[in-house]
Protein backbone atom coordinates (compact mmCIF):
# COMPACT_ATOMS: atom_id res chain seq x y z
CA UNK A 1 0.00 0.00 0.00
CA UNK A 2 2.65 2.17 1.06
CA UNK A 3 4.71 1.47 -2.71
CA UNK A 4 1.24 1.85 -4.07
CA UNK A 5 1.52 5.45 -3.49
CA UNK A 6 3.79 8.08 -4.19
CA UNK A 7 6.23 9.57 -1.64
CA UNK A 8 6.62 13.27 -0.78
CA UNK A 9 9.87 13.54 -2.78
CA UNK A 10 8.18 12.27 -5.76
CA UNK A 11 5.64 14.62 -5.59
CA UNK A 12 8.08 17.17 -4.87
CA UNK A 13 9.79 16.37 -8.10
CA UNK A 14 6.40 15.96 -10.37
CA UNK A 15 5.85 19.43 -8.79
CA UNK A 16 8.68 21.22 -9.50
CA UNK A 17 8.86 19.39 -13.09
CA UNK A 18 5.23 21.21 -13.37
CA UNK A 19 5.68 24.37 -11.85
CA UNK A 20 9.05 24.45 -14.26
CA UNK A 21 6.72 23.82 -17.59
CA UNK A 22 4.39 26.11 -16.46
CA UNK A 23 6.58 29.24 -15.46
CA UNK A 24 8.79 27.98 -18.96
CA UNK A 25 5.43 28.45 -21.02
CA UNK A 26 4.22 31.58 -19.25
CA UNK A 27 7.62 33.14 -19.76
CA UNK A 28 7.66 32.49 -22.96
CA UNK A 29 4.79 34.16 -23.52
CA UNK A 30 5.54 36.87 -21.69
CA UNK A 31 8.72 37.64 -23.81
CA UNK A 32 6.97 37.19 -26.77
CA UNK A 33 4.50 39.45 -25.89
CA UNK A 34 6.95 42.53 -23.95
CA UNK A 35 8.58 42.16 -27.65
CA UNK A 36 5.75 42.86 -29.75
CA UNK A 37 5.00 45.80 -27.64
CA UNK A 38 8.39 46.71 -27.54
CA UNK A 39 8.02 46.73 -31.64
CA UNK A 40 4.65 48.42 -31.61
CA UNK A 41 6.27 50.99 -28.66
CA UNK A 42 9.19 51.74 -30.99
CA UNK A 43 7.09 51.91 -34.59
CA UNK A 44 4.83 54.43 -32.60
CA UNK A 45 8.01 56.25 -31.20
CA UNK A 46 9.64 56.33 -35.10
CA UNK A 47 6.08 57.20 -36.63
CA UNK A 48 5.48 60.11 -33.90
CA UNK A 49 9.01 60.89 -34.88
CA UNK A 50 8.55 61.29 -38.55
CA UNK A 51 5.41 63.19 -37.80
CA UNK A 52 7.21 65.87 -35.67
CA UNK A 53 9.98 65.91 -38.71
CA UNK A 54 7.27 66.92 -41.07
CA UNK A 55 5.69 68.92 -38.50
CA UNK A 56 8.85 70.52 -38.20
CA UNK A 57 10.18 70.78 -41.95
CA UNK A 58 6.60 72.31 -43.15
CA UNK A 59 7.28 75.37 -39.92
CA UNK A 60 10.75 75.83 -41.91
CA UNK A 61 9.63 76.04 -45.47
CA UNK A 62 6.29 77.71 -44.18
CA UNK A 63 8.70 80.15 -42.50
CA UNK A 64 11.08 80.59 -45.53
CA UNK A 65 8.67 79.63 -48.52
CA UNK A 66 6.26 82.99 -48.39
CA UNK A 67 9.28 85.44 -48.44
CA UNK A 68 11.04 83.57 -51.41
CA UNK A 69 7.95 83.13 -53.18
CA UNK A 70 7.43 87.04 -53.13
CA UNK A 71 11.10 87.20 -54.37
CA UNK A 72 10.23 85.14 -57.28
CA UNK A 73 7.26 87.12 -58.20
CA UNK A 74 9.19 90.44 -58.22
CA UNK A 75 9.29 91.51 -62.05
CA UNK A 76 13.13 91.69 -63.23
CA UNK A 77 13.03 94.74 -63.64
CA UNK A 78 13.26 95.61 -59.70
CA UNK A 79 16.62 94.57 -60.02
CA UNK A 80 18.48 97.89 -61.70
CA UNK A 81 18.38 100.75 -59.29
CA UNK A 82 16.57 102.85 -61.69
CA UNK A 83 14.21 101.81 -64.80
CA UNK A 84 11.68 102.49 -67.22
CA UNK A 85 8.15 101.37 -67.00
CA UNK A 86 6.21 100.01 -69.64
CA UNK A 87 3.84 102.39 -69.93
CA UNK A 88 3.52 105.87 -68.57
CA UNK A 89 0.28 108.17 -69.24
CA UNK A 90 -0.23 111.66 -68.70
CA UNK A 91 -3.14 113.03 -67.76
CA UNK A 92 -4.26 113.71 -70.28
CA UNK A 93 -4.39 110.14 -71.38
CA UNK A 94 -1.50 110.15 -74.20
CA UNK A 95 1.47 108.03 -73.47
CA UNK A 96 5.00 109.06 -72.90
CA UNK A 97 7.44 108.25 -75.06
CA UNK A 98 8.91 105.14 -73.96
CA UNK A 99 12.19 105.69 -71.70
CA UNK A 100 11.32 109.46 -70.85
CA UNK A 101 9.90 108.06 -67.34
CA UNK A 102 11.96 106.34 -64.75
CA UNK A 103 10.63 104.52 -61.54
CA UNK A 104 12.98 103.71 -58.59
CA UNK A 105 13.39 99.94 -57.82
CA UNK A 106 10.63 99.10 -54.91
CA UNK A 107 14.17 97.49 -53.50
CA UNK A 108 15.52 100.45 -52.73
CA UNK A 109 13.64 101.14 -49.70
CA UNK A 110 11.06 98.01 -49.58
CA UNK A 111 11.01 95.90 -45.63
CA UNK A 112 13.72 92.87 -46.57
CA UNK A 113 14.15 90.40 -43.58
CA UNK A 114 17.28 90.79 -41.72
CA UNK A 115 18.38 87.47 -43.52
CA UNK A 116 18.01 89.43 -47.26
CA UNK A 117 21.69 90.75 -47.24
CA UNK A 118 21.80 91.65 -51.06
CA UNK A 119 20.08 91.47 -54.29
CA UNK A 120 22.44 91.37 -57.17
CA UNK A 121 22.47 90.87 -61.12
CA UNK A 122 25.10 90.03 -63.16
CA UNK A 123 25.51 88.26 -66.33
CA UNK A 124 28.91 86.72 -68.30
CA UNK A 125 31.01 89.36 -68.81
CA UNK A 126 30.93 90.10 -65.33
CA UNK A 127 28.95 92.98 -64.85
CA UNK A 128 27.77 92.70 -61.21
CA UNK A 129 25.24 95.08 -59.81
CA UNK A 130 22.71 95.92 -56.83
CA UNK A 131 19.53 97.92 -56.67
CA UNK A 132 20.75 98.54 -53.17
CA UNK A 133 24.78 99.67 -54.07
CA UNK A 134 24.51 102.75 -56.31
CA UNK A 135 27.58 103.80 -58.19
CA UNK A 136 28.60 107.34 -57.26
CA UNK A 137 27.56 108.81 -61.02
CA UNK A 138 23.88 107.86 -59.69
CA UNK A 139 24.15 108.09 -55.96
CA UNK A 140 24.29 112.17 -56.41
CA UNK A 141 21.30 111.87 -59.15
CA UNK A 142 19.33 109.93 -56.22
CA UNK A 143 20.40 111.71 -53.28
CA UNK A 144 17.22 111.83 -50.88
CA UNK A 145 17.15 115.38 -50.33
CA UNK A 146 17.11 115.89 -53.84
CA UNK A 147 14.17 112.97 -55.08
CA UNK A 148 12.48 113.24 -51.30
CA UNK A 149 12.18 109.66 -50.88
CA UNK A 150 14.37 107.72 -48.09
CA UNK A 151 16.34 105.21 -49.44
CA UNK A 152 17.09 102.67 -46.54
CA UNK A 153 18.36 100.04 -47.82
CA UNK A 154 21.22 101.82 -48.95
CA UNK A 155 23.82 100.50 -46.31
CA UNK A 156 27.68 99.94 -46.35
CA UNK A 157 27.06 96.74 -45.35
CA UNK A 158 25.35 96.04 -48.64
CA UNK A 159 27.84 97.39 -50.41
CA UNK A 160 31.00 95.15 -48.65
CA UNK A 161 28.31 92.38 -49.67
CA UNK A 162 28.33 93.28 -53.35
CA UNK A 163 32.46 93.51 -53.48
CA UNK A 164 32.96 90.68 -51.79
CA UNK A 165 30.38 88.60 -54.56
CA UNK A 166 32.45 89.88 -57.49
CA UNK A 167 35.67 89.41 -56.31
CA UNK A 168 35.37 85.64 -55.25
CA UNK A 169 32.15 84.53 -57.31
CA UNK A 170 32.96 84.21 -60.71
CA UNK A 171 29.61 84.85 -62.91
CA UNK A 172 30.58 81.55 -65.00
CA UNK A 173 30.62 79.84 -61.80
CA UNK A 174 27.41 81.38 -60.35
CA UNK A 175 25.72 80.14 -63.93
CA UNK A 176 27.18 77.29 -64.25
CA UNK A 177 25.67 76.14 -60.41
CA UNK A 178 22.28 77.75 -61.27
CA UNK A 179 22.24 75.35 -64.53
CA UNK A 180 23.44 72.46 -62.38
CA UNK A 181 20.34 73.11 -59.81
CA UNK A 182 17.79 72.01 -62.65
CA UNK A 183 16.25 75.54 -63.74
CA UNK A 184 14.16 75.74 -66.34
CA UNK A 185 13.37 78.42 -68.42
CA UNK A 186 9.88 78.41 -68.47
CA UNK A 187 8.44 81.30 -67.45
CA UNK A 188 7.77 83.64 -70.32
CA UNK A 189 7.39 87.70 -70.38
CA UNK A 190 6.75 90.33 -73.10
CA UNK A 191 8.11 93.04 -71.99
CA UNK A 192 8.58 96.86 -73.07
CA UNK A 193 11.80 98.49 -71.28
CA UNK A 194 11.36 96.39 -68.25
CA UNK A 195 7.98 94.44 -69.70
CA UNK A 196 6.89 93.04 -65.92
CA UNK A 197 5.13 95.61 -63.71
CA UNK A 198 3.19 92.47 -62.70
CA UNK A 199 1.54 92.95 -58.74
CA UNK A 200 2.72 91.03 -55.95
CA UNK A 201 -1.14 89.90 -55.38
CA UNK A 202 0.34 86.24 -55.50
CA UNK A 203 2.25 86.54 -52.38
CA UNK A 204 -1.01 86.72 -50.91
CA UNK A 205 -1.71 83.50 -51.72
CA UNK A 206 1.50 82.02 -51.44
CA UNK A 207 1.46 82.61 -47.51
CA UNK A 208 -1.81 81.14 -47.45
CA UNK A 209 -0.59 77.63 -49.14
CA UNK A 210 2.37 78.05 -47.06
CA UNK A 211 0.12 78.24 -43.62
CA UNK A 212 -1.94 75.09 -44.97
CA UNK A 213 -1.39 71.80 -42.87
CA UNK A 214 1.82 69.86 -43.48
CA UNK A 215 1.46 67.49 -46.16
CA UNK A 216 0.88 64.28 -44.87
CA UNK A 217 3.07 61.22 -46.06
CA UNK A 218 4.32 62.83 -48.73
CA UNK A 219 8.06 62.07 -49.67
CA UNK A 220 10.34 65.12 -50.63
CA UNK A 221 9.98 65.08 -54.56
CA UNK A 222 6.12 65.62 -53.37
CA UNK A 223 7.03 68.30 -51.57
CA UNK A 224 9.66 69.93 -54.07
CA UNK A 225 6.84 69.59 -56.55
CA UNK A 226 4.41 71.30 -54.31
CA UNK A 227 6.64 74.23 -53.57
CA UNK A 228 7.59 74.57 -57.35
CA UNK A 229 3.73 74.78 -57.91
CA UNK A 230 3.70 77.82 -55.49
CA UNK A 231 6.65 79.44 -56.90
CA UNK A 232 5.15 79.31 -60.40
CA UNK A 233 1.42 80.56 -59.49
CA UNK A 234 3.34 83.54 -58.52
CA UNK A 235 4.35 84.65 -61.29
CA UNK A 236 2.12 86.76 -63.87
CA UNK A 237 2.50 87.84 -67.74
CA UNK A 238 1.78 91.09 -68.92
CA UNK A 239 2.24 90.97 -73.12
CA UNK A 240 3.99 94.56 -73.86
CA UNK A 241 5.73 95.58 -77.16
CA UNK A 242 9.15 97.43 -77.40
CA UNK A 243 12.61 97.73 -78.60
CA UNK A 244 14.63 94.68 -77.19
CA UNK A 245 17.72 96.69 -77.31
CA UNK A 246 15.97 98.58 -74.42
CA UNK A 247 15.21 95.49 -72.42
CA UNK A 248 18.65 95.05 -72.74
CA UNK A 249 19.21 98.68 -71.49
CA UNK A 250 17.16 98.42 -68.54
CA UNK A 251 19.20 95.76 -67.18
CA UNK A 252 22.63 97.47 -67.67
CA UNK A 253 24.88 100.41 -65.37
CA UNK A 254 22.21 99.62 -62.71
CA UNK A 255 19.79 102.13 -65.12
CA UNK A 256 22.36 105.10 -65.00
CA UNK A 257 22.34 104.78 -69.15
CA UNK A 258 18.70 106.36 -69.05
CA UNK A 259 19.82 109.93 -67.49
CA UNK A 260 22.38 110.02 -70.43
CA UNK A 261 21.17 112.35 -73.10
CA UNK A 262 22.52 110.20 -76.06
CA UNK A 263 21.20 106.60 -75.15
CA UNK A 264 18.17 106.24 -77.99
CA UNK A 265 14.51 106.04 -76.71
CA UNK A 266 12.66 102.81 -77.61
CA UNK A 267 10.03 103.29 -80.07
CA UNK A 268 7.06 100.49 -80.03
CA UNK A 269 5.68 98.02 -82.09
CA UNK A 270 8.46 95.40 -81.71
CA UNK A 271 8.21 92.13 -78.71
CA UNK A 272 10.78 90.27 -77.00
CA UNK A 273 10.62 87.76 -75.08
CA UNK A 274 11.98 87.62 -71.12
CA UNK A 275 11.67 83.94 -70.01
CA UNK A 276 12.39 83.76 -66.25
CA UNK A 277 13.36 80.89 -64.47
CA UNK A 278 11.81 80.09 -60.61
CA UNK A 279 14.16 81.40 -58.21
CA UNK A 280 15.77 78.72 -56.33
CA UNK A 281 18.34 78.74 -53.28
CA UNK A 282 21.63 76.99 -53.86
CA UNK A 283 25.27 77.02 -52.01
CA UNK A 284 27.92 78.17 -53.92
CA UNK A 285 31.52 77.74 -52.99
CA UNK A 286 33.58 80.82 -53.50
CA UNK A 287 37.29 81.00 -54.28
CA UNK A 288 38.61 81.15 -50.89
CA UNK A 289 37.00 78.08 -50.28
CA UNK A 290 33.72 79.42 -48.12
CA UNK A 291 30.37 78.51 -48.95
CA UNK A 292 27.33 81.04 -49.51
CA UNK A 293 23.60 80.81 -49.56
CA UNK A 294 22.27 82.01 -52.47
CA UNK A 295 18.75 81.97 -54.48
CA UNK A 296 19.16 83.06 -57.76
CA UNK A 297 16.95 82.71 -60.99
CA UNK A 298 18.21 82.91 -65.06
CA UNK A 299 16.58 86.10 -67.25
CA UNK A 300 16.79 85.07 -70.75
CA UNK A 301 16.73 87.99 -73.26
CA UNK A 302 17.04 86.49 -76.57
CA UNK A 303 20.83 85.14 -76.96
CA UNK A 304 21.59 87.02 -73.57
CA UNK A 305 21.50 85.54 -70.31
CA UNK A 306 21.44 87.41 -67.11
CA UNK A 307 21.43 86.05 -63.37
CA UNK A 308 19.44 87.66 -60.42
CA UNK A 309 19.36 86.66 -56.71
CA UNK A 310 20.06 87.15 -53.64
CA UNK A 311 22.43 86.50 -50.96
CA UNK A 312 21.13 85.06 -47.29
CA UNK A 313 22.71 85.23 -44.40
CA UNK A 314 22.88 81.50 -43.11
CA UNK A 315 23.60 82.64 -39.35
CA UNK A 316 21.02 84.44 -39.59
CA UNK A 317 18.99 81.85 -40.93
CA UNK A 318 20.21 79.47 -38.79
CA UNK A 319 19.46 81.29 -35.45
CA UNK A 320 16.10 82.21 -37.13
CA UNK A 321 15.31 78.40 -38.32
CA UNK A 322 16.27 76.95 -34.72
CA UNK A 323 13.95 79.14 -32.85
CA UNK A 324 11.14 78.00 -35.01
CA UNK A 325 11.26 74.21 -34.12
CA UNK A 326 13.52 74.73 -30.42
CA UNK A 327 9.84 73.29 -28.73
CA UNK A 328 9.64 70.37 -31.23
CA UNK A 329 13.45 69.40 -31.42
CA UNK A 330 15.64 71.27 -28.76
CA UNK A 331 18.91 69.80 -29.93
CA UNK A 332 18.28 70.19 -33.54
CA UNK A 333 20.78 70.97 -36.07
CA UNK A 334 20.59 72.54 -39.56
CA UNK A 335 23.08 71.23 -41.90
CA UNK A 336 24.21 72.10 -45.42
CA UNK A 337 23.07 70.10 -48.43
CA UNK A 338 25.77 70.57 -51.10
CA UNK A 339 24.90 68.01 -53.18
CA UNK A 340 22.07 68.52 -55.88
CA UNK A 341 20.48 65.88 -55.13
CA UNK A 342 19.84 65.40 -51.38
CA UNK A 343 21.01 62.41 -49.17
CA UNK A 344 18.12 62.10 -46.97
CA UNK A 345 15.34 63.85 -48.91
CA UNK A 346 13.10 63.11 -45.78
CA UNK A 347 14.68 65.54 -43.63
CA UNK A 348 15.48 67.81 -46.35
CA UNK A 349 13.71 71.66 -46.72
CA UNK A 350 12.46 72.51 -50.15
CA UNK A 351 12.44 76.65 -49.53
CA UNK A 352 16.13 76.02 -48.77
CA UNK A 353 19.02 73.28 -49.30
CA UNK A 354 19.18 72.74 -45.69
CA UNK A 355 18.94 69.39 -44.11
CA UNK A 356 16.94 68.95 -40.46
CA UNK A 357 19.11 66.82 -38.18
CA UNK A 358 16.66 66.62 -35.08
CA UNK A 359 19.44 65.12 -33.06
CA UNK A 360 19.90 61.49 -31.05
CA UNK A 361 16.66 60.07 -31.01
CA UNK A 362 15.93 56.85 -28.48
CA UNK A 363 12.36 55.18 -29.25
CA UNK A 364 12.62 53.30 -26.31
CA UNK A 365 14.17 56.07 -24.55
CA UNK A 366 10.78 57.06 -22.45
CA UNK A 367 9.44 54.04 -20.11
CA UNK A 368 6.26 52.52 -20.99
CA UNK A 369 4.93 52.18 -17.38
CA UNK A 370 2.50 50.00 -16.83
CA UNK A 371 0.68 49.15 -20.29
CA UNK A 372 -2.56 46.82 -20.34
CA UNK A 373 -0.08 44.42 -21.83
CA UNK A 374 2.19 44.29 -18.71
CA UNK A 375 -0.81 44.57 -15.85
CA UNK A 376 -2.20 41.64 -18.11
CA UNK A 377 0.98 39.65 -17.88
CA UNK A 378 1.31 40.74 -14.07
CA UNK A 379 -2.16 39.24 -13.47
CA UNK A 380 -1.64 36.19 -15.22
CA UNK A 381 2.05 35.05 -13.41
CA UNK A 382 -0.32 36.18 -10.04
CA UNK A 383 -2.78 33.59 -11.12
CA UNK A 384 0.11 31.10 -11.98
CA UNK A 385 2.10 31.49 -9.08
CA UNK A 386 -1.36 31.45 -7.01
CA UNK A 387 -2.43 28.16 -8.84
CA UNK A 388 1.05 26.62 -8.53
CA UNK A 389 0.86 27.19 -5.01
CA UNK A 390 -2.50 26.17 -4.38
CA UNK A 391 -1.59 22.53 -6.29
CA UNK A 392 1.81 22.41 -4.19
CA UNK A 393 0.17 22.49 -0.57
CA UNK A 394 -2.89 20.83 -1.79
CA UNK A 395 -0.43 17.41 -3.29
CA UNK A 396 1.83 18.09 0.49
CA UNK A 397 -1.64 17.75 2.48
CA UNK A 398 -2.91 14.80 0.42
CA UNK A 399 0.89 13.32 0.74
CA UNK A 400 1.10 13.73 4.53
CA UNK A 401 -3.11 12.74 4.85
CA UNK A 402 -2.33 9.79 3.07
CA UNK A 403 0.80 8.67 5.29
CA UNK A 404 -1.16 9.75 8.11
CA UNK A 405 -4.12 7.07 7.37
CA UNK A 406 -1.22 4.65 6.33
CA UNK A 407 0.50 5.21 10.03
CA UNK A 408 -3.52 5.20 11.29
CA UNK A 409 -3.84 1.88 9.23
CA UNK A 410 -0.96 0.10 10.79
CA UNK A 411 -1.64 1.43 14.72
CA UNK A 412 -5.09 -0.13 14.35
CA UNK A 413 -3.78 -3.46 12.75
CA UNK A 414 -1.84 -3.60 15.89
CA UNK A 415 -3.93 -2.87 18.01
CA UNK A 416 -6.26 -5.25 16.82
CA UNK A 417 -3.73 -7.93 16.72
CA UNK A 418 -2.92 -7.95 20.51
CA UNK A 419 -6.72 -8.71 21.84
CA UNK A 420 -7.28 -11.24 18.94
CA UNK A 421 -3.78 -12.86 19.96
CA UNK A 422 -5.17 -13.00 23.28
CA UNK A 423 -8.69 -14.17 22.94
CA UNK A 424 -7.12 -17.10 20.52
CA UNK A 425 -4.43 -18.34 23.04
CA UNK A 426 -6.91 -18.00 26.10
CA UNK A 427 -9.64 -19.21 23.77
CA UNK A 428 -7.89 -22.38 22.73
CA UNK A 429 -6.57 -22.78 26.39
CA UNK A 430 -10.12 -22.91 27.73
CA UNK A 431 -11.45 -25.28 24.46
CA UNK A 432 -8.71 -27.92 25.27
CA UNK A 433 -9.34 -27.92 28.78
CA UNK A 434 -5.73 -27.33 29.97
CA UNK A 435 -7.40 -24.47 32.58
CA UNK A 436 -8.97 -26.93 34.89
CA UNK A 437 -8.77 -24.89 38.03
CA UNK A 438 -11.84 -22.75 38.57
CA UNK A 439 -10.31 -20.18 39.70
CA UNK A 440 -8.36 -19.91 37.02
CA UNK A 441 -11.05 -20.51 34.07
CA UNK A 442 -12.69 -16.92 36.00
CA UNK A 443 -9.31 -15.36 35.73
CA UNK A 444 -9.14 -16.38 31.61
CA UNK A 445 -12.90 -15.37 31.23
CA UNK A 446 -12.35 -12.11 33.01
CA UNK A 447 -9.49 -11.33 30.46
CA UNK A 448 -11.39 -12.59 27.52
CA UNK A 449 -14.17 -10.27 28.32
CA UNK A 450 -11.85 -7.05 29.21
CA UNK A 451 -9.91 -7.44 25.53
CA UNK A 452 -13.56 -8.11 23.87
CA UNK A 453 -14.30 -4.98 25.51
CA UNK A 454 -11.19 -3.30 24.19
CA UNK A 455 -11.74 -4.75 20.82
CA UNK A 456 -15.19 -3.17 21.14
CA UNK A 457 -14.04 0.23 21.65
CA UNK A 458 -10.86 -0.22 19.02
CA UNK A 459 -13.66 -1.19 16.33
CA UNK A 460 -16.00 2.05 17.69
CA UNK A 461 -12.83 4.38 17.32
CA UNK A 462 -12.17 3.24 13.85
CA UNK A 463 -15.83 3.96 13.13
CA UNK A 464 -15.91 7.41 14.65
CA UNK A 465 -12.71 8.31 12.89
CA UNK A 466 -14.85 7.31 9.57
CA UNK A 467 -17.31 9.56 10.61
CA UNK A 468 -15.32 12.43 11.84
CA UNK A 469 -13.93 12.85 8.01
CA UNK A 470 -17.48 13.14 7.05
CA UNK A 471 -19.27 15.08 9.18
CA UNK A 472 -19.51 16.64 12.80
CA UNK A 473 -19.23 14.33 15.50
CA UNK A 474 -22.27 14.30 17.62
CA UNK A 475 -21.29 14.67 21.25
CA UNK A 476 -23.39 13.19 24.27
CA UNK A 477 -22.47 15.29 27.04
CA UNK A 478 -23.14 14.60 30.78
CA UNK A 479 -22.14 15.94 34.18
CA UNK A 480 -19.79 14.46 36.30
CA UNK A 481 -16.44 14.79 38.39
CA UNK A 482 -12.96 14.50 37.91
CA UNK A 483 -12.63 11.87 40.14
CA UNK A 484 -15.66 9.40 38.68
CA UNK A 485 -13.03 9.80 35.06
CA UNK A 486 -10.03 9.04 36.70
CA UNK A 487 -12.09 6.23 38.42
CA UNK A 488 -13.07 4.67 35.24
CA UNK A 489 -9.69 5.09 33.56
CA UNK A 490 -8.29 3.39 36.44
CA UNK A 491 -10.39 0.76 36.21
CA UNK A 492 -9.78 0.34 32.12
CA UNK A 493 -5.96 0.63 32.10
CA UNK A 494 -5.26 -0.80 36.03
CA UNK A 495 -5.41 -4.79 34.55
CA UNK A 496 -3.19 -4.11 31.69
CA UNK A 497 -0.74 -2.27 33.55
CA UNK A 498 -0.60 -5.40 35.62
CA UNK A 499 -0.56 -7.61 33.01
CA UNK A 500 2.86 -5.69 31.32
CA UNK A 501 4.46 -6.06 35.07
CA UNK A 502 3.74 -2.30 35.69
CA UNK A 503 1.52 -0.48 38.40
CA UNK A 504 -0.57 2.37 36.93
CA UNK A 505 -0.42 5.09 39.69
CA UNK A 506 -3.31 8.24 39.51
CA UNK A 507 -3.00 11.24 41.79
CA UNK A 508 -5.52 13.61 41.64
CA UNK A 509 -4.13 16.80 43.46
CA UNK A 510 -6.76 19.40 42.12
CA UNK A 511 -9.82 17.84 44.14
CA UNK A 512 -13.62 17.40 43.30
CA UNK A 513 -13.86 19.38 39.78
CA UNK A 514 -17.35 19.60 37.77
CA UNK A 515 -16.56 18.21 34.08
CA UNK A 516 -19.38 18.06 31.18
CA UNK A 517 -18.17 16.28 28.52
CA UNK A 518 -18.81 13.12 26.53
CA UNK A 519 -17.15 10.23 28.61
CA UNK A 520 -17.25 7.66 26.47
CA UNK A 521 -15.42 10.09 23.45
CA UNK A 522 -12.96 11.00 26.76
CA UNK A 523 -12.10 7.45 26.96
CA UNK A 524 -11.87 6.87 23.50
Known amino acids: MKHGFP ?24 TAALNLEREQLQARAENDQDQKL ?37 NNGAPYPPGTVLELSP ?16 DEEANWSSPEVLPPALARRLEPDRIKTPLKNLTPRRKEVLADLARLCPPPTLLASVQQRGLQLNQAEIALVPAHGAPERPTQQNAMNANQSPFQGQDYQSRLEQQSKVMNESKLANPVADD ?13 NWFSPNQVRPTRGEQVAVNLSPMVPLWLRTTDGQEWLLAARL ?10 GMVLDWPRLLTLLGDEIHSLFPEARLEPVLDRVPPRPERTMTALPVELNPGPFDPLATPPGWTPLRVGLACAWAAAL ?16 SERRIRFVSAVTHELRTPLTTLRLYLDMLATGMVREEQQRAEYLHTLNAEADRLHRLIANVLHFSRLEKQRPHLQQAAFSLEQLLDQIRSTWEGRCQDAGKELVVENRVGEVGLRTD ?3 VQQ
Open 54 to 90: RLALWKLDSRIAPILAREDSRPYSHYPAVFAPSLALR
Open 519 to 521: LEL
Open 7 to 30: SKTTGLAGFLVITALVAGGLGWVS
Open 244 to 256: PALVLGNLQSNGL
Open 299 to 308: VQIGSQQVCQ
Open 107 to 122: LLNADLPDWILLHFQT
Open 386 to 401: VALLAVGLGGWSLLSL
